[in-house]
């Protein structure tokens, strides 16, 4: 009977530590969010004012200032808790602010513009921090995913709710130059 009862202590204790570690890795890899998407919010607010700068200078690339206010409001409106679906709006955003600065580089007056330069050393700043996150981020991930996916969490996965995140990758189409033809 002492036996049993201590095979069953042994039982629940290893399972409170198998729930807890769950919880653990769940909640880290929400705080590492957490500190992205504090910067993303700063990003968002700064992409206004460095739009609005460039179309003074290049009004004829109306399409390419488009493109960044929509992937900008594209990424504020997905869902707060959605992490997955953020990872890939902010791809998107990521790949059509990298067209803004190429413009920067192809007109000589926006280039010397001093709050375009402001502009874009605040947001440049705020892209290192973002890199920083990203690296904090995919390392709760990978220790998240690793443990709902091995053994012995595999097996109380759907018992405990695991939830697997994606990492916070470059895409492949932000891997590749920006393309500016002015023809």
Known sequence: MIILLGLLILVVLLLVGIFNRFVKNRNTVNDAWSNIDVALKRRYDLIPNLVETV??????????????????????????????????????LQQSLRSIFALG???????????????????????????????????????????GESFPGVLFAGMFKYQHFDFFEVDEASRANVKVDFS
């Open 105 to 147: 580089e192809a007109y000589p007056d926006l280039k010397a513009n001093t709050n375009f330069l402001d502009l874009q050393e605040k947001l440049n700043v705020i892209e290192e921090n973002l890199e920083r996150s990203r690296r904090y981020y995919n390392g709760t991930v990978r220790e998240n995913n690793t443990y």
């Open 55 to 92: 179309k003074g200078y290049a009004k004829h690339e109306k399409s390419t200032l488009e493109d960044v206010t929509n992937a900008r409001n594209a990424a504020m409106q997905v869902p707060k808790g959605d992490i997955n679906a953020q990872i890939k709006a902010e791809n998107q």
